[in-house]
């Protein structure tokens, strides 16, 4: 059965990948590499030790996670939150908008020239009048710009009719004081000009009290009739705000908050969102919330007359569901993906990426694959793994903090063992923020002397096809790190002198082979092959034989992890 999926999968792949490399050779592994299917019975203790787990733990239907916890809408922050940061208001507006309607205290440019010569700023009196010598009071209370220019044309031709010019401009506005009142920050009486917007007005007040004001129901007030109705949800989706003209003494008020619903799970914020009336429907909030990509399920929760509900639909079944108040919505990227991409590194032809089906083994991709003849180490293959390098990194971390909890806090006895366990302590310090900078590779060994783990691949996965090596690299605790041309015959300590010799921190009895494949290996129990890595660790410079011995347990857990040979 192994054999026919391979072919299956070869004859997708190597059209692809074989191009005209007619010299190539397959990656196509003999039965003394790849095991058979009796060797994979008996090698399945070793792959018990393989995470191998799913990637996500995949439900059907409009079955799905219900286990989350629930969240409380007075808990989340409301959706426009960051709205009020102070960036409104340190914008006053200039009044100067095509639209403004001139009101007394306003300040107009006239300018007239030809017949008629004329060049003042006329005020605007309580009339809402400007007076022009020969033409007389001219009403410009509540036109706009172009009408002031208008009525101030018509009126200095109509006693200038030829040869003359006009031109005027609004110069400045009279200054109003607006209240802010309801649920704000700082409720008061504010200065601005009437074309300021309601945002600079709520800025300046500290903005809406998040616990309790609405972002949906803010009234401009004036002389106890409500002239405009704003909902901040406008300009938060669409960037649509009213724009009320302002006049001195109106009142902003922010009404208190109306019904919410809860939002979480995978949006780019968890949020609290306001409705209007007691429910919306599915669409609407989708609208308004900003979902990450991939989203395919939606999590509803919360209570009816009949009792509380807990229901899970696909996106597209959501649109037409209505939400009401006090219910939790957890959007989900729980979508069932059949496919997953691999990369491929190192001596072989072909494209470095290949998308794969979600059960595909390590064989059918090996099987597919064209190398070069001769110069690949079909034997070393590795695989680096992204839940390997977490799991890695965790039992690093796991390690470090024992070695804390366990010594850094210990008791001394006498001032002389005080004076030891503090430069100890020093040391550990200083040996536990390095550790916690080096970051794991995942490397996961496929590869031993009874062929290659035919492991079921994970999405992420990248395969290392190693070249065939004539090298062999010291490194670690020596005098002289080097590469060097592989020799049959020369032991490790003929290498090590080779370069230089050990330093004076060296653990001559603890060298470790970094194998091709990523294996790590003592090399005392193992003979030296082109293409290793001799790796010199260092000696745990302490008197205590305890926690030298956990140092020294944590060093090769860094050096198999991470093939580095930390110092102390």
């Known amino acids: 059965m192994f054999k026919q999926t391979a ?33 994979q019975q008996g090698g399945a203790q070793q792959q018990d030790e393989v995470n191998d787990t799913p990637r996500a733990d995949w439900r059907s239907g409009t079955y799905g996670p219900v286990t989350l916890p629930l969240q409380d809408t007075d808990t989340l922050p409301p959706f426009g939150a960051n709205l009020f940061t102070g960036g409104f208001r340190g914008a006053m507006g200039d009044g100067l908008n095509p639209d403004y309607r001139i009101k007394p205290g306003d300040q107009v440019t006239v300018r007239a020239w030809g017949a008629f010569e004329f060049d003042r700023v006329l005020p605007v009196d309580a009339q809402g009048n400007i007076f022009i010598p020969g033409s007389g009071p001219i009403n410009v209370e509540g036109q706009s710009s172009q009408e002031v220019d208008n009525s101030v044309r018509s009126a200095i031709t109509s006693v200038y009719p030829d040869n003359v010019e006009v ?44 616990d309790l004001g609405s972002y949906r129901q803010v009234r401009v007030v004036r002389d106890d009739r409500t002239v405009s109705t704003v909902d901040l949800y406008d300009f938060l989706i669409d960037g649509i705000i009213a724009r009320p003209q302002f006049q001195d003494g109106d009142t902003i008020v922010v009404e208190e908050r ?151 806090g210990a008791e001394s006895r006498t001032d002389e063992e005080a004076k030891i366990r503090l430069q100890e302590a020093e ?79 060296a653990d001559k009895d603890q060298i470790l082979l970094v194998r091709q494949n990523g294996a790590v290996e003592h090399a005392s129990n193992s003979p030296l092959r082109p293409g290793d890595e001799i790796l010199v660790m260092p000696a745990a410079p302490i008197h205590n034989l305890q926690l030298a011995a956990t140092l020294t347990r944590i060093l090769f857990q860094i050096a198999v992890t991470t093939r580095v040979a930390l110092d102390l």
């Open 258 to 408: 109306g019904p919410a619903i809860a939002v979480g799970g995978d949006v780019h914020r968890a949020h609290r969102y306001e409705l209007v009336g007691n429910q919306l429907s599915g669409a609407e909030l989708i609208n308004l919330a900003r979902l990450k990509s991939g989203v395919s399920h939606v999590l509803l929760r919360g209570d009816r007359e009949d009792g509380p509900i807990a229901q899970y639909f696909p996106i597209d079944m959501f649109y037409g569901q209505m939400i009401r108040s006090g219910d939790e919505v957890l959007f989900s990227a729980d979508q069932r993906s059949e496919t997953i991409v691999v990369e491929v590194e190192g001596s072989y032809y072909g494209p470095s990426r290949y998308a794969l089906p979600r059960n595909a083994r390590l064989s059918e991709l090996l099987d597919a694959i064209a190398v070069p003849e001769n110069m690949t180490a079909v034997e070393s293959v590795s695989l680096q793994r992204e839940s390997v390098r977490q799991q890695q990194a965790e039992a690093l971390e796991d390690s470090l903090r024992r070695l804390e909890t366990t010594y850094l």
């Open 167 to 210: 031109y005027t401009n609004l110069q400045g506005v009279q200054p109003v004081a607006v209240y802010v009142t309801g649920y704000v920050e700082n409720p008061g009486r504010y200065a601005g000009t009437p074309n300021d917007s309601l945002l600079y007005f709520l800025d300046q007040s500290g903005g809406i009290d998040q």
């Open 7 to 39: 072919a299956i999968v070869s004859i997708t792949l190597l059209s692809a990948v074989m191009g005209g490399a007619a010299w190539a050779q397959s990656l196509s592994l003999s039965d003394t590499i790849l095991p058979s299917e009796s060797s």
């Open 427 to 505: 040391l550990i310090e200083r040996f536990i923020s390095r550790a916690r900078d080096l970051e794991p590779s995942g490397r996961l060994v496929v590869a031993n002397s009874d062929g290659i783990s035919d492991i079921r691949l994970q999405d992420g996965d990248v395969i290392t096809i190693p070249e065939i090596s004539d090298s062999v690299l010291i490194s670690g605790e020596i005098l002289v790190p080097q590469a060097v041309v592989y020799r049959p015959g020369m032991s490790v300590i003929d290498y090590v002198q080779g370069a230089g010799g050990f330093t004076v921190r």
